[in-house]
């Protein structure tokens, strides 16, 4: 089993560039979620899903969307990249809120 | 909402040392709790989980923490550390019952000098 797999890794942006950022699980989890992390900010969630077809904002949700169209994955978009999304993004899947999470490997991504 | 907090930010160690992190919540009914760690350049993974029983949980690698209902604290131990547990540690608390999103604390970032 992979578990949870993203890609890429790294990527730099011009400001006002767009990207997608896939997240695969391969454990049948219902919920999905995105993460970003940043220096002395801890996670801070911007969207997750409890389904496939469903999606809910999360704590910083301003300036990305997400789709769910497949069970097993999970889809990060910026339509408009700002410096201020330059972080790492993790991916998470899990049977429930109440479960553990499984995560990613991490993309980090520096928007110039 | 529930919250939580991590009260030590940043802890430096020397090798053998014992540690314990700070984890309180604020919920007022029955939660599942969780401390992930997350090794330089590294995703985060488990390292343990109360959800019922034994209030002492044993994790991964020789840690431990203990759920104290009274005091709201999930706090993790180990008796002696190693260099190899340079990482970040993390707190997160989800309610019982699946409708509430689990909710992470700020992050505890551990040296441990060799």
């Known amino acids: 089993n992979a578990g949870v797999t993203q890609t890429p890794k790294f990527r730099v942006l011009k400001t006002g560039q767009s990207m997608t950022l896939l997240c695969a699980q391969d454990?049948?989890?219902?919920?999905m979620y995105w993460y970003r992390q940043d220096p002395g900010m801890g996670l801070r969630l911007i969207h997750y899903?409890?389904?496939?077809?469903?999606?809910a904002k999360g704590e910083v949700p301003d300036g990305y969307n997400v789709s769910r169209l497949k069970k097993q994955n999970f889809l990060l978009g910026l339509e408009s990249a700002a410096p201020s999304q330059t972080s790492v993004y993790f991916c998470?899947?899990?049977?429930?809120?109440?479960?553990?999470?499984?995560f990613g490997p991490g993309t980090r991504l520096t928007v110039t | 909402a529930q919250s939580v907090s991590q009260h030590n930010h940043h802890v430096i160690l020397s090798e053998a040392a014992s540690l314990e992190l700070g984890c309180n919540y604020s919920y007022g009914g029955t939660v599942n709790l969780f401390w992930y760690v997350q090794y330089p350049g590294q995703h985060l993974q488990l390292l343990l989980k109360y959800f019922s029983g034994d209030p002492l949980v044993k994790g991964i690698k020789g840690f431990e923490a203990e759920f104290i209902k009274s005091k709201f604290s999930f706090n993790l131990r180990k008796p002696s550390v190693q260099w190899s547990d340079t990482a970040e540690y993390f707190c997160?608390?989800?309610?019982?019952?699946?409708?509430?999103?689990?909710?992470f604390g700020r992050g505890t970032s551990l040296i441990v000098h060799p």
């Open positions: 997160a608390v989800s309610p019982s019952g699946g409708s509430y999103i689990p909710t």
């Open positions: 899903s409890v389904g496939e077809g469903t999606t």
């Open positions: 998470a899947s899990s049977y429930g809120h109440s479960y553990e999470q499984y």
């Open positions: 454990m049948n989890h219902e919920y």
